[in-house]
């Protein structure tokens, strides 16, 4: 009888949680991890913070090394090997080494896709010209903090105002950069609400970031192959540096090439036990489609929590389990310069197509009580149904320590409370760490009122 | 037809919050509030922190001036009045100015006992002595600072590991006098375990204070009438200064005195809606007996949270509303040095006479991605009840950032979660704030396969 086989296609966060839960359950299993970059199991989230100097080394965002899952779990990760089709109906992967172009078959028994997401691609004159950069890899992080390091750029031009914009914007803020961010949308983070956007937007200025919202890039200009200047419908904005942030899109295409189903947000359609519509191939990360908790309805999310969490549901599975990952609220924090932003659940944006009667109710307070020299200004808005008084969704923007409070939100998602049962919370209270009214039990109490 | 009067018995977050809702409910109300101190909606917590010089002036913890209560709201502060005696059969209040030690009856068509608590006072040889502080009000926190200003001792003895002999040790730190703490119980806090308890003693030495802890203030040495030292069953410890925090008592002598029902805990019983067993005299705050949500029982804590949602309650109900509190969590967080300690719920040396099957967990992980500079330990205990697996409480010991994670738990424990559910919260994620598996998901993976 031979061995058991699993191929993992990918080698980050639920590919290589997913080998590893796989291996724990299973010590006799063959397993494989297909990964066509350099690195395997490396800190995604990390990379703004080692492009900005807080992290030292690029090497302290490797978790684990292929080296180390060989010796440590017998697990075989090929790096520079990339899937390049899938053969369901006769359980074969194709594989290409990329070092020497050789294309092989690798058969399975179990095949979980974790393929990721990339960057969304901008189709605008110019945009191959050096000094242009994504930020989807520990290569272009490098790339990023050599340059910082050796040429110093004076002026640097972000596309895109969401997370990684704006993580980017603190990271380059702390070499003196000067940096502006050109974003098309309206506002900054599109997962808040426009009048909290207005909030982050404040912060970002306090960190001396311009802000050109409600403008795309529609070309980039170059000097001797090396970019200059950004163009937008508004103006050009000289920029020694250019960081992409346009967003990233789950990798569906394998799957789709193979006829594995897609669910509507155009990630890899999975149920609940992460299996996909094909016959011993599961999904999880960023490539699968979730569900949003409160709604029930399909959804898509790059996260590393999530993709971790399902990582370890499909390696249960794979190896017999009976695990679920039955969802997820959408949950965000960010930290942009001394601001903190987080959200979770549904926003005022999302609700407002929908036949569903809503309260809103925001509350402008303070992290601690303000005889405290740390005291910070902190905004809560918090959103429930009309009629049930269910909560629905909040929204946090303030100062230290404002940010970790939508735990308290996300677990009374989780748990279906009301507004009536948020606002009775018995919540920690001591000056260093809060006001005597958490701003989040003023928030419920002002909302119950309308629901 | 005379104008209905609501007698207020104290000054402070019960008394001043009930007395506000009380107006905000109806403007012809007539509201007298005897308070026997000099100040009133003062913030008792703040005291460590003005005394350790984090807050300037102690004017920054008066929240409201008696003056400004008159003029806002039309409530008749009355400072200097204690009220000595309470007569509920003729619906009266004996009352004694303290300038003049005139006595007066005040009739009252609906009275609100709201006298807080008062510190343990140790019978001890040479506790008479100067140089040795309780510190329960402003008053007390002002000679303390007085005295660090201007004689700058050098070696003080806090009598008492609890909470307020932790944020005094805090405070005499930032003006580097020598601390020792002197406590009986062999660990610091008792409402965290001894586990637990352990790690906040690693904490307090960091911070260079020294532990005596199983050993008993036995007597004060003085000279010429100073203390001088502190005399323990096993040692000696010169002292310039002595801080007494050894614990607070309700204040329950008036109502006893009147024949009003005292509950198991030593405080006033009252229903959930704050009435007491005496006709139209209502109790909140710190005087007043609740319930431990976990168990339904008698439960007694200082709290300002829980006093100032009593007295919002009591405020509303005495003007006809229909408010409850439904009792505490027992939820509380301080922080001492570098560390923050935080606990809700029950915990075992709560649960040990129980007739209830729990199990428990105990994880060591970290605040942050260790990659983070600000990444610092934080360990979690959880409790949940076997077979059910419901949530029972949970504590936390660690650096910046892991107090506040508590109100996670509150939250879950106030929603009757089970660990299964509180493993799957989507609690949010990026470096600047946590690792990608909270400390708390992984305290929950452990207890599930436990319960």
């Known amino acids: 009888m031979s061995t058991e086989r699993l191929v993992v296609v990918g080698g980050d966060a639920a590919a290589m949680t997913a ?150 914007a603190e990271a380059l803020r702390r070499w003196d950069v000067d940096v502006s961010i050109v974003g098309r949308a309206p506002q900054l983070m599109r997962n808040v609400d426009p009048d909290m956007g207005e909030l982050v937007s404040g912060g970002l200025a306090k960190l001396g970031v311009h802000l050109y919202l409600g403008e795309a890039a529609t070309a980039f200009e170059q000097t001797s192959g090396r970019v200059s200047a950004v163009v937008t419908q508004e103006r050009t904005l000289p920029a020694d540096m250019v960081i992409l942030a346009t967003g990233v899109r789950p990798n569906a295409g394998l799957a789709t090439a193979a006829g594995i189903d897609i669910g509507p947000t155009g990630a890899i359609r999975v149920d609940d036990h992460l299996r996909t519509s094909a016959e011993r191939v599961w999904a999880a990360g960023d490539c699968a489609e979730t569900l949003q908790l409160v709604t029930g309805e399909p959804y898509w999310i790059s996260s590393a929590t999530v993709a971790s969490k399902q990582g370890r549901v499909a390696g249960a599975n794979i190896t017999g389990g009976d695990a679920t990952f039955a969802g997820t609220l959408g949950t965000a924090i960010v930290r942009a310069g001394s601001i903190e932003i987080s959200r979770t659940g549904l926003q005022e944006t999302e609700l407002a197509g929908r036949n569903l009667r809503f309260a809103t109710e925001k509350v402008d307070f303070i992290t601690k009580p303000g005889y405290c020299p740390a005291s910070e200004p902190m905004t809560v808005k918090l959103i429930a149904e009309v009629g049930s008084g269910r909560l629905l969704g909040g929204q946090i923007v303030g100062g230290a320590g404002a940010g970790m409070r939508i735990n308290v939100v996300v677990t009374a998602l989780q748990a279906g409370m009301t507004v009536d049962e948020l606002e009775e919370l018995d919540l920690a209270y001591s000056p260093p760490f809060s006001a005597v009214w958490d701003p989040l039990l003023l928030a419920a109490r002002g909302l119950r009122a309308k629901v």
């Open 19 to 168: 080998a590893s839960q796989a291996r724990r359950a299973r010590g006799d299993l063959e397993i494989i991890a297909l990964e066509k970059g350099r690195y395997v199991s490396y800190a995604a989230c990390g990379i703004p913070y080692y492009v900005g100097g807080l992290v030292e080394s690029h090497e302290s965002l490797l978790v684990r090394t292929p080296e180390q899952f060989k010796q440590k779990q017998n697990i075989d990760v090929r790096i520079g090997h990339e899937a390049i089709a899938l053969r369901p109906a006769e359980a074969k992967v194709v594989v290409r080494a990329l070092a020497d172009g050789r294309e092989y078959e690798e058969p399975y028994d179990q095949l979980l896709l974790a393929v990721g997401a990339s960057s969304v691609r901008l189709e605008l004159p110019g945009v191959d010209a050096s000094g242009i950069y994504y930020m989807a890899s520990i290569d272009d992080a490098r790339a990023v903090r050599a340059v910082l390091e050796r040429d110093r750029p004076k002026r640097a031009v972000i596309v895109g105002g969401g997370f990684v914009g704006m993580e980017m």
